[in-house]
């Protein structure tokens, strides 16, 4: 339990830090953020990649005040249920109609609290860094009142916006090696990737879903991020780091991905059965947790497919790798549609080129889609072939226009 004049304190510290936190870069999805009356808007994303810095853009725009209110402030360790009449005391002597909650997911029977200020005509917002427990407690009492999207790190142009950087191939290289973390990109301090990692794999699954063995966990996590774009699969992975079920390995994919730091990337298959036994690709969030996976620092090819992926994950709601005779990196579709063919390949030559082309040419072939892209670092062409149509262009340019 939380005293009343104990929250009254917190909340004034609070507010005061985030009004005078810097806005910084004016974040592309500031004008991608659902606001529907009635309903709550949800925003979440791995930790420390602007949530609150958003909301901030977004009360500077578009409202006079409102309360910002983080519940994983160590002076709310206390915090019960019955503690949400105080805090409604205080928003009320404070006339907030706006309120933006961060991390409330941590507290029980939040989302019956914030469905009460729903009722009572609040604009409410909530920032949180796990998707699972958001979306449970979102499937009970907010079922149809609300609207959900992702935060994610810097993109290639938020990147070079940022840092005042020409989209070309040397600021690529920084972006390959730095990923888009905004702390990180500003300090270039490589304890704050490191200690971010930390954070996420002790306080947000150890410690949340009871795992005592966390130096398995953190040899697992180092293992996938320095095996980006390669397949995976929990049944060849058994008795890896000490874990010696399979479903133990499907259990901690699952916490990694709702937190955010890998995440899994299925073989095309018309059948769902086969979708889920397939092995799966791994993929980072940031590029910056490569860097963390000391082993990982060469691969400049894993890397760039590595930035393709996030691109399109923040586009496309489904992606797919395909493999038959032969493999295509990636398969975009929109409500179940194909849209995009991608093959990625840091530098294509005369050992290489066949396979890259002809991998992406039978996808295009398989789904009768007439073009397809192939990016690279810096080189740039056309080939057409039986009516299809394939395009080689730098990343660079394709990561600019934000496609």
Not at 4 to 15: C, G, K, P, S, T
Not at 145 to 166: A, D, G, Q, V
Request: glycine share 6%.
């Amino acid at each position: 339990m939380i005293r009343q004049e104990q929250l009254a304190q917190v909340i004034d510290a609070q507010q005061d830090i985030f009004l005078n936190k810097s806005a910084q870069l004016i974040r592309d999805s500031l004008a991608s953020i659902p606001i529907v009356e009635s309903y709550a808007t949800i925003i979440s994303g791995i930790r420390r990649c602007g949530k609150s810095t958003l909301l901030l853009q977004l009360l500077k725009k578009k409202y006079k005040h409102a309360l910002y209110f983080n519940f994983e402030d160590i002076r709310l360790a206390g915090f019960e249920v019955g503690d949400f009449s105080r805090l409604q005391q205080e928003i009320d002597k404070r006339q907030y109609r706006v309120l933006f909650f961060d991390e409330i997911q941590l507290t029980e029977k939040w989302e019956i609290f914030v469905h009460q200020l729903l009722r009572e005509q609040y604009t409410v917002f909530i920032t949180g860094s796990n998707a699972s427990l958001l979306s449970r407690e979102l499937g009970t009492h907010l079922t149809g009142r609300h609207l959900s999207m992702e935060l994610f790190p810097f993109s290639f142009k938020e990147y070079i916006s940022y840092k005042n950087l020409k989209a070309d191939k040397e600021s690529l290289h920084s972006y390959l090696k730095d990923g888009g973390l905004p702390e990180y990109v500003n300090y270039q301090e490589p304890l704050i990737l490191q200690n971010l990692m930390e954070d996420i794999l002790v306080r947000d699954i150890s410690v949340r879903h009871g795992i005592r063995d966390i130096g398995s966990l953190k040899q697992l996590t180092v293992y996938l991020i320095s095996n980006v774009g390669s397949p995976v699969s929990a049944n060849k992975l058994n008795g890896m780091f000490g874990i010696k079920s399979s479903t133990t390995f499907l259990e901690y994919f699952n916490y990694l991905r709702d937190a955010y730091l890998v995440e899994f990337l299925p073989q095309f298959s018309y059948s769902l059965k086969a979708q889920a036994r397939n092995p799966k690709k791994i993929y980072t969030i940031d590029n910056g947790f490569l860097s963390v996976a000391s082993s990982f620092t060469e691969n400049l090819g894993r890397k760039l497919e590595n930035l393709i992926y996030q691109q399109l994950r923040r586009k496309y709601k489904e992606i797919y790798y395909f493999t038959d005779k032969g493999e295509c990196d990636f398969l975009a579709f929109i409500k179940g549609k194909i849209h995009k063919a991608i093959q990625v390949c840091y530098q294509i030559d005369d050992l290489n080129f066949d396979r890259e082309y002809n991998g992406l040419l039978e996808a295009l072939r398989f789904f009768k889609l007439q073009e397809g892209l192939i990016i690279t670092l810096d080189q740039k062409d056309v080939f057409e072939q039986d009516g299809f149509t394939i395009k080689m262009i730098p990343a660079y340019e394709y990561l600019a226009e934000g496609e």
